[in-house]
């Protein structure tokens, strides 16, 4: 039988085997090049290193700190028109955060007058603006 014939697995090859010698096919320096940092036992390198180039924290030095954490917008936006799908009567931040109207980690929310609105509603620390509080009251609702 010929060895065509037979099933043999090629794609398990074996890795060179590096620091063994002329006859491993990598050579005398084991493909790490001559000198420098990289040719030693234990190159270290700052992982933030970019090789000698300005690193990115000193390019970008306005963002900084603790702000560039907070790439979220601190007040979130309500319609007037998504407060009538609530059940709540008395609707607060939180009632927001749990409906799904505004992020989990906004800080306050404001009411803007857009949609209409055809039930009584009572807000409570939110902010309003001139418009969507004509508007709340014009339903019979209250902004405390």
């Known amino acids: 039988m010929s060895i065509l014939n037979q099933n043999i697995d090629i794609s398990n090859k074996s890795k060179k085997r590096l620091g063994r010698g002329y006859g491993s096919g990598k050579g ?13 036992k234990s190159p270290h390198m700052a992982p933030i290193f970019e090789g000698g180039q300005l690193p990115l924290t000193k390019r970008l030095p306005m963002i900084r700190g603790k702000s560039r954490f907070q790439s979220f917008a601190k007040v979130g936006e309500v319609n007037v028109g998504d407060l009538a799908k609530l059940d709540a009567e008395l609707i607060s931040l939180e009632t927001l955060k749990l409906a799904g109207l505004v992020d989990k980690r906004v800080k306050a929310a404001k009411v803007i007058n857009t ?14 603006s001139a418009g969507a509080k004509k508007a709340i009251e014009a339903a019979g609702g209250s902004v405390v």
Request: net charge positive; charged share 30%; no cysteine.
């Open 28 to 40: 005398k320096t084991v493909g790490r090049g001559t000198k420098g940092s990289g040719a030693r």
């Open 115 to 128: 949609g209409s609105l055809d039930k009584a509603v009572k807000l409570q620390g939110l902010r309003v």
